[in-house]
């Protein structure tokens, strides 16, 4: 069964950190790119940062970069996002998604149009004091 289940998200102060956790299962992860997105009520599903592989450069939403980083450990088949600085405007509910790249797809473009052959489903992260 293809499965991605995210974890860690939680309730923290402004300034604070979380690291988000999406591990795949029934399928392996050395194949897809990996996207984190996030939905906050009433708002649209929203890219934050996209990998293509463990040694590309991750693509990362104006609003969270130099905040965020994303990470990925194939051996593990597992993928994080660490998320410092966090603001009250990052609550939303994060997934996690993978996605069969075509060679001519960016990882820009995988987050920009919320592109994902699998979901997790998500893990609601709340910044407020």
């Known amino acids: 069964q293809v499965q991605l289940v995210e974890s860690g998200g939680g309730l923290v102060q402004p300034g604070g950190s979380l690291r988000l956790s999406c591990a795949a299962s029934?399928?392996?992860?050395?194949?897809?790119?990996i996207g984190w997105f996030r939905q906050a009520p009433g708002k649209e599903r929203e890219g934050v940062s996209c990998?293509?592989?463990?040694?590309?450069?991750?693509y990362y939403a104006g609003s969270v970069k130099g905040r965020f980083t994303a990470s990925r450990d194939n051996g593990k088949n597992t993928v994080y996002l660490q998320m410092d600085s966090l603001k009250p405007e990052d609550t939303a509910v994060y997934y996690c998604a993978a996605k069969r790249l075509g060679y001519f797809t960016t990882v820009q473009a995988m987050c920009d149009a919320a592109l994902g052959d699998y979901w997790g489903q998500g893990t609601q992260v709340t910044v407020s004091s």
């Open positions: 029934g399928f392996t992860l050395d194949y897809y790119a």
């Open positions: 990998i293509r592989s463990s040694v590309s450069s991750p």
